[in-house]
C-alpha cells in the first residue's frame, strides 16, 4: 500500500442543491449525458475539487445502476413480459454501450490527474487499481460485441424460463419437478429426471448455438483488447489480482487428488446402502434409507419459510436475524417458484436505495434452505458495507463475496431445527450441507476446468466440446453413477450452468470461497463470538482492501492450493463420521 499523504478527505460538506437530482430518470441516455459532460468539462485544480468529483461520480453512478439492477431483477422475475422486455433491450441495446463509453472517459480523466495519489482512503488505492484495468480492456469496437452478448444471454433466460415438463397431468417448472427426485418410489423419481432430460434436450441445439455464437463474439472481444485469448482477458476484466490461471489448474489437480477419492466412497456406499447393482442418476437425491423426502417447508407458504430462515439467522447473531427480517419488510424478496421465472438464484444491490434484493425459485426443498442462507450472506455483506460513500469500492471481490454467502450456510448448519421437528431429519440435512460443500468444489473443478479448455482452444466445434466436457467430466466424477441409456443428457449437462452463459469464468471464485467458508466454520466451532466478530468485521470493508487481507480480517487463508484442500477435508470427513447416515 502507499505511505499515508496529508489528505485525509471524507465526504465534502452536503451542497444546497444535490449533484443528481432526486428525480432523474436514467431510463434514456439524454438524460444521462448532461451530468456526464458536467463532470468532464469540470476544472478539477485541488484535491479537495478532485474528492468532490469523485463523491459526485459516485452520485450519478449509484443512480444508474439501481435502475439497471431493478430492470435485471424484474426481467429475471417476468421472462415471458413483453413490455418489460422491451424496455430491457432497449436499455441493452441504445444506453449501456453509450454508458460504456462514458464510463471510460470519467475513468481516464481520474487517472490522468495528478493529485489523485493524495487522496488518502484504503479504498482510493484499490479504485486506481480497478480502474486501471478497466481502461487497459477497454476498446470502443467491443461495444456492439458486447451489446450482442447480452442479448443472446437474455436469450438463454427466456429459453430456459419456458421450460416447463408435465408429469401426472401435471405442468411443473423444472425446479417444482426437481423435487421428485427426491421421492422414495423410484419410478417416480425416473420419470421426472426422463422428463427434465428430455425437455432440455429440446432446446439442445438452440442453447448450443447461442453459445457458439456467444463464444465467437468473447474471442473477438479479446482480439481487440490485444489478448491471444479470452482467457488473459477475463483474468484483467475481472481483476483477479491475486492469483493465476496456473493456480486454478493446481486448484483442480488438487481436487481429483483429495476431493475425488472421498466423493467416490459416499457415493459407493449410497449405492450399498440403497443395495442397488447399479447406482443411476435419479438417485442421487433420495435419501438411502428410504425415508421419506426433507421438506423443510411448504412451498406454499412462503411467509413461513421467510420466519424460520429468520430464526436460523437470528440465532447466529440477533443483528442478522433484524437485517434479514427488513428485506421482508422492504419488500426485497421475490423467492416462489412460478412459470416464468428465469432459473437460479441471486442478490442484487440497489445502490441509491442501499438495499439488497434476493431473487430465488423456492420450491420447498432443502437446497432451497441452502440458497435462501446463501443469498441472505450476501445481503448481509452488502448491509454491513453499504456505508463506504466509495460504491466503485462498496462491493469486496466476488471470491470473498461468496465467503459471505457460503459461511452463513455453514453457520446454519446446527439450527436446522427450526425447519425440522425430528433431530434425525436435521441431521440428514446437515449431512448434505457438508457432503455438498465438498461436492461443490469437485463440480467448480468440472465447470472450470471446461472453461479454460472452451476458451484456449479457438475455433473448436460443438462435437470437440462435447468430447471436451466428457473427458473432464470423467476426471472429475466418482464414477459410480451407471449413465447408460442417457448419454445424451450428459453430454449436454454443461448448458444447464448459467455462468457459462451470463458470468464467462465466474466460477473457481465459489471453490476459493468454500475454503475460506470452511476455516470459519471451524473457527466458529472454536469460539462463536469471535468467529462471527472477526467475520462481520471483514463484511465491513466492502472492497476497500485487497483479497488477503480481507480473507485475514475473517480469520482465514486466502490459498486455494492442496495446503489448504487437504486438512479442511478431513475435517469434513471427521464430522461427516459424526452423524448418522
Known amino acids: ?32 449525458e448532461p451530468f456526464a459532460k458536467e463532470l468532464l468539462d469540470r476544472q478539477v485544480g485541488s484535491v479537495e475539487a478532485l474528492n468532490t468529483w469523485v463523491h459526485d461520480a459516485v452520485a450519478l453512478y449509484e443512480a444508474i445502476d439501481e435502475y439497471d439492477s431493478r430492470l435485471h431483477i424484474d426481467v429475471s422475475c417476468h421472462t415471458d413480459d413483453a413490455e418489460l422486455e422491451k424496455a430491457y433491450m432497449h436499455w441493452v441495446r441504445e ?82 419437478a426437481g423435487k421428485l427426485l427426491e421421492e422414495t418410489d423410484r419410478d417416480v423419481r425416473k420419470t421426472a429426471f426422463e422428463a427434465i432430460t428430455a425437455r432440455r434436450l429440446q432446446d439442445r441445439q438452440k442453447i448450443d448455438d447461442l453459445f457458439d455464437e456467444m463464444l465467437s463474439l468473447r474471442q473477438q472481444v479479446a482480439h481487440n483488447a490485444g489478448f491471444t485469448d479470452y482467457r488473459d482477458y477475463t483474468w484483467v476484466a475481472r481483476k483477479r489480482f491475486d492469483y493465476r490461471a496456473e493456480d486454478c489448474l493446481a486448484f483442480g489437480d488438487a481436487v481429483e487428488q483429495h476431493i475425488v477419492p472421498v466423493l467416490r466412497k459416499v457415493d459407493e456406499q449410497r449405492r450399498d446402502e440403497m443395495n442397488l447393482d447399479a447406482m443411476r442418476p435419479w438417485d442421487t437425491g433420495v435419501d438411502v434409507k428410504g425415508r421419506p423426502p426433507l421438506r423443510p417447508f411448504d412451498a406454499k407458504d412462503i411467509d413461513g419459510f421467510v420466519s424460520k430462515t429468520r430464526e436460523v439467522f437470528r440465532r447466529i447473531d440477533p443483528r442478522l436475524g433484524d437485517w434479514f427480517w427488513s428485506l421482508k419488510e422492504h419488500g426485497d424478496l421475490d423467492l416462489d417458484s412460478r412459470k416464468g421465472k428465469r432459473p437460479g438464484g441471486f442478490q ?18 432443502q437446497r432451497d434452505v441452502d440458497t435462501l442462507l446463501h443469498e441472505g450472506g450476501h445481503a448481509f455483506h452488502y448491509l454491513a458495507s453499504r456505508s463506504e460513500w466509495n460504491v466503485f469500492v462498496r462491493h469486496a471481490a466476488i471470491e470473498f463475496c461468496e465467503v459471505a454467502s457460503m459461511s452463513m450456510e455453514l453457520l446454519g448448519m446446527d439450527h436446522y431445527d427450526v425447519y425440522y421437528s425430528d433431530p434425525g431429519e436435521a441431521a440428514r440435512a446437515k449431512r448434505f450441507q457438508l457432503e455438498g460443500s465438498i461436492r461443490t468444489m469437485m463440480w467448480v473443478a468440472t465447470i472450470d476446468g471446461f472453461q479454460h479448455w472452451i476458451y484456449t482452444h479457438p475455433g473448436h466445434t460443438a462435437e470437440h466440446r462435447t468430447a471436451a466436457w466428457l473427458e473432464i467430466c470423467d476426471r472429475f466424477t466418482t464414477g459410480v453413477i451407471d449413465w447408460s441409456g442417457h448419454e445424451p443428457g450428459r453430454a449436454s449437462m454443461w448448458q444447464r450452468q448459467l455462468h457459462l452463459f451470463h458470468y464467462p469464468f465466474y466460477y473457481i471464485e465459489y471453490a476459493i470461497a ?57 475435517a469434513v470427513e471427521a464430522e461427516l463420521d459424526k452423524l448418522p447416515a
Open 348 to 365: 442484487s444491490s440497489l445502490e441509491k436505495s442501499k438495499r439488497p434484493f434476493i431473487f430465488m425459485n423456492a420450491a420447498g426443498t
Open 514 to 570: 468454500q475454503l475460506g467458508a470452511l476455516q470459519v466454520w471451524q473457527n466458529y466451532v472454536a469460539d462463536p463470538k469471535a468467529a462471527l466478530t472477526n467475520l462481520l468485521e471483514a463484511f465491513a470493508l466492502g472492497g476497500t482492501r485487497p483479497l488477503p487481507e480481507l480473507f485475514n480480517t475473517a480469520g482465514a487463508r486466502f490459498d486455494f492450493s492442496a495446503a489448504t484442500i487437504a486438512p479442511l477435508i478431513e
Open 95 to 176: 444506453v449501456e454501450p453509450k454508458l460504456k463509453s462514458m464510463w471510460f472517459a470519467l475513468q481516464q480523466k481520474y487517472l490522468r490527474h495528478p493529485g489523485r495519489h493524495d487522496l488518502y482512503e484504503p479504498g482510493f488505492a484499490m479504485m486506481e487499481m480497478h480502474w486501471g484495468a478497466d481502461i487497459q480492456i477497454y476498446r470502443e469496437e467491443n461495444i456492439p460485441l458486447q451489446t450482442r452478448i447480452t442479448e443472446l444471454t437474455n436469450d438463454y433466460g427466456k429459453v430456459c424460463g419456458a421450460m416447463s415438463v408435465e408429469i401426472n397431468g401435471e405442468e411443473l417448472t423444472l425446479p417444482m
Open 1 to 32: 500500500m502507499r505511505p499515508v499523504p496529508a489528505y485525509n478527505l471524507r465526504m465534502p460538506e452536503t451542497a444546497e442543491k444535490p449533484f443528481v437530482p432526486d428525480d432523474f430518470d436514467p431510463t434514456d441516455f439524454a438524460n444521462i
